[in-house]
């Protein structure tokens, strides 16, 4: 068996995602899915730059929106697995068919594609402080979804141990953390990225984007009680 001790020294391995990679494929599967949310985070993106920010450059906003797309998929990957679900968007949930390490491995990963994705964004405001403050975006993102879902989790686990059940606002505190996030991303980054950057401006639009999230979660949460009385799948 032939050894390259050439490929085992080049200090220049970085990792490059490919569709054909074997390890990604629990991500392609639930990529290829159709939502039945009439893509809205994409919607979202584009209404609030057609509405505020005015970035004309349409590979930006699609760089911004496959950024957007990743972290969402990717979270899924997990949130499945955490919920011990059996269906996303009327199929088969990634870990059945592909298993639990698989995709616990490729939701954690393309985590960090989505960070990496990052740092490639380019526009006239694409300077190194710029990127740094994109990725801090996403990290600050990241650490809100992951402190909702936790919360989510606690509740269900240990709701017996509890003197009662959360109150609505902590529930909608957990819903802007978990939720509200991918949306919250959108705003920020368009706003990094875009001449039209206005503190207040960009403050209330946060406001509206945690609104959108605690909306688009209720409407999650109750398909999922249609769900258990239906016997129908319509996890988004």
């Given at each position: 068996?032939?050894?390259?001790?050439?490929?085992?020294?080049?200090?220049?391995?970085?990792?490059?995602?490919?569709?054909?990679?074997?390890?990604?494929?629990?991500?392609?599967?639930?990529?290829?899915?159709?939502?039945?949310?009439?893509?809205?985070?994409?919607?979202f993106?584009?209404?609030?730059n057609?509405?505020?920010?005015?970035?004309?450059?349409?590979?930006?906003?699609?760089?911004?929106?496959?950024i957007?797309?990743?972290?969402?998929?990717?979270?899924?990957?997990?949130?499945?697995?955490?919920?011990?679900?059996?269906?996303?968007?009327?199929?088969p949930?990634?870990?059945?068919?592909?298993?639990?390490?698989?995709?616990i491995?490729?939701?954690?990963?393309m985590?960090?594609?989505?960070?990496?994705?990052?740092?490639?964004?380019?526009?006239?405001?694409?300077?190194?402080?710029?990127?740094?403050?994109?990725?801090?975006?996403?990290?600050?993102?990241?650490?809100?979804?992951?402190?909702?879902?936790?919360?989510?989790?606690?509740?269900?686990?240990?709701?017996?141990?509890?003197?009662g059940?959360?109150?609505?606002?902590d529930?909608?505190?957990?819903?802007?953390?978990?939720?509200?996030?991918?949306?919250?991303?959108?705003?920020?980054?368009?706003?990094?990225?875009?001449?039209?950057?206005?503190?207040?401006?960009?403050?209330?639009?946060?406001?509206?984007?945690?609104?959108?999230?605690?909306?688009?979660?209720?409407?999650?949460?109750?398909?999922?009680?249609?769900?258990?009385?239906?016997?129908?799948?319509?996890?988004?």
């Amino acid at each position: 068996m032939d050894f390259n001790i050439d490929k085992l020294t080049n200090t220049a391995n970085i990792y490059e995602p490919s569709i054909t990679d074997p390890i990604l494929e629990p991500y392609s599967y639930i990529s290829d899915i159709p939502s039945n949310n009439q893509n809205v985070r994409t919607r979202f993106l584009h209404a609030f730059n057609d509405l505020f920010y005015n970035i004309p450059d349409m590979h930006l906003l699609e760089a911004i929106g496959d950024i957007i797309s990743v972290f969402h998929n990717s979270s899924l990957l997990i949130d499945d697995i955490e919920d011990d679900s059996k269906y996303r968007r009327g199929l088969p949930v990634a870990h059945i068919k592909y298993g639990v390490p698989l995709t616990i491995n490729c939701g954690n990963m393309m985590y960090f594609v989505a960070l990496q994705k990052a740092q490639d964004l380019s526009g006239p405001h694409g300077s190194m402080e710029t990127k740094f403050k994109t990725s801090q975006i996403l990290i600050d993102e990241m650490l809100n979804l992951h402190r909702g879902q936790g919360m989510d989790i606690y509740w269900r686990d240990y709701l017996t141990t509890l003197d009662g059940l959360p109150e609505i606002d902590d529930y909608l505190a957990m819903v802007k953390d978990k939720t509200g996030g991918l949306f919250r991303l959108a705003i920020k980054i368009l706003s990094l990225y875009s001449d039209r950057r206005d503190e207040k401006d960009n403050g209330e639009l946060i406001s509206i984007a945690n609104l959108l999230g605690v909306i688009y979660q209720i409407r999650d949460d109750y398909l999922n009680l249609v769900d258990i009385f239906t016997g129908t799948q319509n996890s988004l």
